[in-house]
């Protein structure tokens, strides 16, 4: 049986994983949360262009001083610009 | 003060461009205008000293610097605004597409380039590409944007006829 392709939210997130020196938590919603979270069913969404995700607010102080967390973001976007691929919408929930 | 995002009824993201513009010492909208107008936008020049610490365009591009003019999270400050539309110019069609998709701010860009399709008609293949990367953008009402007027000089009537009207751009 053929293997699905890999989505963009998961080459998105894993190219942000490479980027991370440690665990790092955030919260996905939007389309990628569909592809990723929902199998067959959020496959639909595989080709969407970027992962939005929830900063919790209570996390947000030691979120901002998160120096690595941020030049992964930015390392990110720009290992992925040629393709239009991209995290940058990243709210919190405060 | 209202930020740019409450006027036009959006909520704003936490921006990685952003805090690397903070990182660079760019703290405060009015650093960005200063930066613009260190970097061609001389009619902001007069209300505006121009940066004399531009970080570089490998640091802070153009096309990241309009971003930065048009956030959402930024005071409401109309001449930040006009110092966008004015930078523009310096900027490549396709890249300020794709910084303006990652940073939330396409629909204040589209209502920049729409105004610049009826009034900077010697650069229409660039502000029609531009909105077509863009995609389409919900429109927004009308006054919260500067007017179209703001984003050009205009010539009154002269002895050789009516005046003329050039958008602003960067030399």
Same mark, same amino acid.
């Given at each position: 049986?053929?293997?699905?392709?890999?989505?963009?939210?998961?080459?998105?997130?894993?190219?942000?994983?490479?980027?991370?020196?440690?665990?790092?938590?955030?919260?996905?919603?939007?389309?990628?949360?569909?592809?990723?979270?929902?199998?067959?069913?959020?496959? @639909? +969404?595989?080709?969407?262009?970027? *992962?939005?995700?929830?900063?919790?607010? *209570?996390?947000?102080?030691?979120?901002?001083?998160?120096? @690595?967390?941020?030049?992964?973001?930015?390392?990110?976007?720009?290992?992925?610009?040629?393709?239009?691929?991209? *995290?940058?919408?990243? +709210?919190?929930?405060? | 003060?209202?930020?740019?995002?409450?006027?036009?009824?959006?909520?704003?993201?936490?921006?990685?461009?952003?805090?690397?513009?903070?990182?660079?010492?760019?703290?405060? /909208?009015?650093?960005?205008?200063?930066?613009?107008?260190?970097?061609?936008?001389?009619?902001?020049?007069?209300?505006?000293?121009?940066?004399?610490?531009?970080?570089?365009?490998?640091?802070?591009?153009?096309?990241?610097?309009?971003?930065?003019?048009?956030?959402?999270?930024?005071?409401?400050?109309?001449?930040?605004?006009?110092?966008?539309?004015?930078?523009?110019?310096?900027?490549?069609? $396709?890249?300020?597409?794709?910084? =303006?998709?990652?940073?939330?701010?396409?629909?204040?860009?589209?209502?920049?380039?729409?105004?610049?399709?009826?009034?900077?008609?010697?650069?229409?293949?660039?502000? /029609?590409?531009?909105?077509?990367?863009?995609?389409?953008? =919900?429109?927004?009402?009308?006054?919260?944007?500067?007017?179209?007027?703001?984003?050009?000089?205009?010539?009154?009537?002269?002895? $050789?006829?009516?005046?003329?009207?050039?958008?602003?751009?960067?030399?």
């Amino acid at each position: 049986m053929a293997e699905m392709p890999i989505s963009n939210p998961e080459r998105i997130l894993r190219i942000l994983d490479s980027y991370l020196e440690k665990e790092t938590r955030i919260i996905l919603f939007g389309r990628a949360a569909l592809a990723l979270g929902f199998g067959k069913l959020g496959s @639909q +969404f595989a080709k969407t262009m970027d *992962v939005d995700a929830i900063l919790p607010a *209570v996390e947000m102080g030691k979120t901002e001083a998160d120096a @690595q967390f941020w030049k992964a973001i930015e390392l990110t976007n720009k290992s992925l610009m040629h393709e239009g691929l991209y *995290v940058s919408h990243l +709210f919190t929930d405060g | 003060m209202a930020t740019l995002a409450q006027e036009l009824g959006e909520t704003t993201h936490c921006s990685a461009l952003l805090r690397n513009a903070r990182f660079v010492g760019l703290n405060s /909208t009015d650093d960005f205008i200063r930066l613009a107008v260190a970097r061609g936008c001389y009619h902001y020049g007069p209300g505006y000293l121009p940066s004399k610490n531009d970080p570089g365009l490998a640091v802070i591009s153009n096309e990241e610097l309009v971003a930065l003019l048009l956030l959402g999270s930024n005071e409401y400050e109309p001449f930040a605004i006009r110092c966008a539309a004015q930078l523009i110019c310096s900027c490549e069609a $396709k890249s300020l597409a794709m910084v =303006a998709r990652r940073e939330r701010v396409e629909r204040s860009l589209a209502y920049i380039a729409k105004a610049a399709c009826k009034y900077d008609t010697n650069r229409a293949g660039f502000w /029609t590409q531009l909105l077509d990367y863009l995609g389409e953008q =919900a429109p927004i009402p009308e006054g919260i944007m500067p007017h179209w007027s703001r984003f050009v000089s205009q010539t009154g009537v002269t002895r $050789k006829g009516q005046g003329s009207i050039s958008w602003l751009k960067c030399p």
